[in-house]
């Protein structure tokens, strides 16, 4: 089975700074990446996602992330944060035998201050 | 193109009552989820359908817990009796035959006292 493992459950920040947003993922088989957003009392909407191709992918709302296979890991960046991000993050993993299956991260709550 | 409804938003029962949750997954979209949602932790899969076929419940607590998908499209979620651990937020999600993507409710987010 997969997992993932997000090591950072708050994350402050100060708007229009830089923010990384990090996801590690254990699997002995190719892998699809997906990050969702959750706004308080709403559900989960898609940001960004890595099926095949570059590893570098761009997403909604200026996000990007970027597969690294030899270190597991699916980091989530934005160059400017805004207060509107303010929000919980959660990484997910499928694979390719069974990519009907996502495993969640246990999220990170981003903090966006004035 | 609307979205994944679930009804209600915010459900307060006493334990040991029942409690359903309804979802209605975007049009045509043969895969539903529904997933548990404890605070502080990510989604943890309850259980899957394809179409009216409920293809993956193992982690479905089937003491208490039943799901329903009868014509393949809406679904219903029931617990019985609930129990103070069953408070969190339940999402239903769904996706559409060959894509990668799952497209979330709302949730429903329960309290048991």
């Known amino acids: 089975a997969q997992s993932v493992t997000q090591l950072d459950s708050q994350v402050p920040v100060f708007e229009e700074a830089p923010v990384e947003l990090r996801c590690n993922y254990s699997s002995s088989v190719s892998v699809y990446l997906f990050w969702y957003v959750q706004y308080p009392n709403q559900g989960l909407q898609l940001l960004l996602k890595?099926?095949?191709?570059?590893?570098l992918v761009k997403g909604i709302n200026g996000f990007e992330a970027e597969f690294n296979k030899s270190q597991t890991s699916f980091h989530l960046r934005k160059p400017s944060v805004h207060i509107s991000d303010t929000a919980e993050y959660f990484c997910a993993v499928s694979d390719q035998y069974n990519f009907n299956k996502f495993y969640f991260g246990s999220g990170t709550k981003l903090n966006v201050k004035p | 193109e609307a979205g994944v409804v679930q009804s209600p938003r915010y459900k307060i029962i006493e334990k040991k009552q029942p409690v359903a949750f309804w979802c209605n997954p975007i049009?045509?979209?043969?895969?539903l989820y529904w997933y548990r949602q404890n605070l502080g932790q990510g989604p943890e899969l309850l259980i899957r359908?394809?179409?009216?076929?409920?293809?993956?419940d193992s982690q479905l607590p089937k003491d208490r817990f039943s799901a329903e998908r009868l014509k393949g499209v809406d679904s219903t979620l029931k617990i019985q009796p609930a129990e103070l651990g069953d408070s969190a937020v339940y999402l239903c999600?769904?996706?559409?035959?060959?894509?990668?993507?799952?497209?979330f409710g709302p949730g429903t987010r329960l309290t048991v006292t």
């Open positions: 890595y099926l095949s191709g570059s590893t």
């Open positions: 999600a769904s996706r559409e035959r060959g894509s990668y993507e799952q497209y």
């Open positions: 049009s045509g979209h043969n895969t």
């Open positions: 359908y394809e179409n009216e076929e409920a293809v993956d």
